[in-house]
């Protein structure tokens, strides 16, 4: 049973916006840390950014940090991520991510659970 769907990617041009969602329609996750990972052609699976349960702790990747925006949405049980600035390093499919805190989320995350992922292409 699918537990986390990213949905928003696509392509767009850099300098553009794109905003990503993650829904979980099979449980609630409102307890739990939430993120979003990516992963580039040839590289391995790294860690974007992460949002506490409450929302009052947030998390970046330095390569991110100014340009995405990390924000959830407890009633819908769903993550978002605001990519602004998109630049054609960005290019990868972005998954959603939970687990019981951030630091789990990040360091320990074969134990995550995990969405399909999304493709996001940046052209330049």
């Known amino acids: 049973q699918v537990q986390l769907v990213e949905s928003g990617g696509g392509l767009v041009q850099a300098g553009g916006s794109l905003r990503l969602s993650c829904a979980a329609p099979?449980?609630?996750?409102?307890?739990?840390?939430l993120g979003w990972f990516r992963q580039a052609p040839g590289k391995e699976r790294e860690f974007v950014a992460a949002?506490?349960?409450?929302?009052?702790?947030?998390a970046y990747a330095n390569s991110v940090k100014g340009r995405f925006t990390i924000s959830r949405d407890n009633a819908k049980n769903t993550v978002y991520l605001q990519m602004n600035t998109l630049m054609p390093e960005d290019t990868a499919v972005y998954y959603c991510?939970?687990?019981?805190?951030?630091?789990?989320?990040?360091?320990?995350?074969?134990?995550?659970?995990w969405g399909k992922g999304t493709l996001v292409t940046v052209s330049s």
């Open positions: 991510a939970a687990a019981a805190q951030i630091a789990a989320l990040r360091y320990s995350y074969d134990r995550n659970y």
């Open positions: 949002i506490s349960w409450s929302g009052g702790i947030t």
């Open positions: 099979g449980r609630t996750f409102s307890n739990y840390a």
